[in-house]
C-alpha cells in the first residue's frame, strides 16, 4: 500500500498515476507519483538494503513555482 503524504489517501501503488519512468536511486526504485485524490506529487521509494532489510517511504515534491 502507498499512503498520500498530503491528503492521506491510500491505494495500491497502481491506484496512483505514474508521472516519469521509474529511476535508481543507490538501492531504491524511485517513482514519481500522483495522487488521484488531491492530484498533488510525491516521489515514492523502495528497495532493499544491502544488509536485505526492506525500505519504503514517500517524499513530497514541492510544485515548481510559477512566474
Ligand atoms: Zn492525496
Known sequence: MV???F???ESDISG???LRNP???RF????ILECP???NIFNYYYGVSPRGKKS???IRVR???RR
Open 56 to 58: 519504503e517511504f514517500v
Open 16 to 18: 496512483f498515476k505514474l
Open 23 to 25: 529511476w535508481k536511486f
Open 63 to 65: 510544485p515548481r513555482s
Open 3 to 5: 499512503k498520500c503524504p
Open 7 to 9: 491528503c492521506g489517501y
Open 37 to 39: 485524490k488531491c492530484h
Open 28 to 31: 531504491y526504485e524511485v517513482k
